[in-house]
């Protein structure tokens, strides 16, 4: 009996299998004999209450995602290996496969073959096949990628679109047992159906709601040997034992689907906003860079000498969700540090401020400006209009004339004039009476 090693290609990973058949797998491959990243459907063929077939293909499917790129080759890799059984029940067991809703190729595991072989079979599928004799060629098989448009059409033409996209992005492989058959014949398969360059591109409508990113190509045709063809075999019970479906999307497509998990942005790093905390889940190189950033605002603090103010310092967890933890002190330069405390020394109270002064500094001058302050004093309770752009000089004013009392609002509307304030008429309030448009600042 013939080693099984012969006859098998032991750099080809395993394939996906189905439970009720054990030793029958399938798999869709690279060139270099790779598998695509597959991942496990988490949902399950919808059985309808009552009906048999429904459990029955409930049961007897297998799907699987796999992850695939713009204008990759690919090809499928089928194989019968134990524990499927030595004797087998049939003469052949027939794989038909289906590409986007297009029929592709019969792949036969034929029982004398599958007994010389070591009670092993495998085939690997590449392309379509068209023709027979010498003038078969092979065109390989391609993922390209889908394009959408916003192009308006009539319910009827988008209908028939959805249709025609209801099947891409989708490879089919049925099994079934079977007996007798004859030898040779054609093979019903068309290159119509698949994607080219001209027909890749679909209205963005036929697509909603559904996270299809791909389709399938054939490539330029080549010479090759057609290989075994049977026509007219019959199917046991004419229902498939396996049904391997392969549903193939891009990663992004995959991960709207959430068949991949959303990994976090790992080029996101702290800031002078970002912080640390022990149980904010932080990475090391992440603590690190918040710890340093904390070492400079201590170091700027330190060596200035002045007061500083408090800053709200957050972080981010692995999910990307902001959280309030804690603050922090922050440097605050010199002159800041006198405006607050020139500031804070001047709360509850009116100043007034000669924006026009020079900085000669005589005495007559310093004596007109404490007499012009006592008088605002002495008017207090009063609205008064005071004249911001007195001439430092002092020259044709009247020292004994009295501050301008100004009425009480009649309309109980405040005055826009800029250079007023206006007392509104009405009850007493807890907050100020004056008002007036931010006349005074501290500096």
């Known amino acids: 009996m013939p080693r099984r090693r012969e006859f098998l290609d032991s750099s080809l990973p395993k394939g996906v299998h189905a439970p009720p058949v054990p030793g029958i797998t399938a798999q869709i491959i690279s060139q270099d004999k790779k598998a695509f990243p597959s991942y496990p459907s988490p949902d399950k063929e919808d059985i309808v209450e009552g009906d048999e077939l429904s459990e029955y293909f409930s049961v007897r499917t297998v799907t699987t995602y796999i992850a695939v790129t713009n204008n990759t080759p690919f090809s499928i890799h089928l194989r019968v290996d134990r524990p499927y059984p030595v004797k087998m029940d049939c003469s052949k067991l027939q794989f038909e496969i289906f590409i986007d809703g297009n029929f592709v190729w019969d792949a036969w595991c034929h029982k004398p073959r599958y007994q010389d072989n070591g009670n092993v079979w495998e085939e690997i599928i590449g392309g379509l096949k068209l023709g027979k004799g010498r003038s078969c060629e092979i065109k390989d098989f391609k993922f390209m990628g889908l394009k959408t448009n916003e192009e308006s059409m009539s319910y009827t033409a988008l209908q028939r679109v959805k249709e025609s996209m209801a099947k891409i992005s989708r490879i089919d492989i049925k099994v079934y047992r079977t007996m007798y058959g004859k030898k040779g014949g054609d093979v019903k398969n068309s290159k119509k159906g698949f994607l080219t360059k001209r027909n890749r591109e679909v209205p963005e409508k036929a697509l909603k709601g559904e996270a299809k990113s791909h389709g399938t190509a054939l490539d330029e045709g080549r010479k090759t040997i ?84 408090r800053k709200a310092i957050k972080t981010e967890d692995k999910l990307g ?26 709360k509850g109270r009116a100043v007034t401020i000669d924006l026009t002064a020079d900085n000669s500094g005589d005495d007559e001058e310093s004596v007109r400006r404490a007499t012009k302050r006592r008088r605002v004093t002495k008017g207090k309770g009063k609205a008064v209009a005071i004249d911001l752009t007195a001439d430092s000089s002092g020259e044709g004013e009247d020292k004994d004339e009295e501050p301008n009392v100004v009425s009480a609002d009649e309309d109980d509307v405040d005055d826009k004039d800029d250079n007023l304030f206006v007392q509104d008429d009405g009850p007493r309030r807890k907050w100020p009476l004056w008002r007036g448009s931010n006349l005074f600042k501290y500096s």
Do not use: C
């Open 321 to 346: 969700n902001r959280k309030r933890i804690k603050r922090e002190e922050e440097p605050e330069s010199s002159e800041m540090a006198a405006r607050r405390r020139r500031a804070e020394k001047g």
């Open 226 to 309: 057609r290989g075994d063809v049977w026509r007219e075999a019959n199917k046991h019970g004419e229902l498939p034992i396996i049904i391997f479906r392969f549903l193939y999307r891009s990663e992004e497509a995959l991960k709207s689907l959430h068949i991949i998990e959303h990994t976090p942005d790992s080029s996101r790093s702290s800031s002078p906003e970002t912080e640390h905390e022990a149980s904010s889940g932080l990475s090391a190189a992440q603590a690190k860079q918040v710890e340093d950033l904390l070492k400079s605002f201590r170091k700027s603090a330190g060596g200035g000498g002045g007061s500083s103010s």
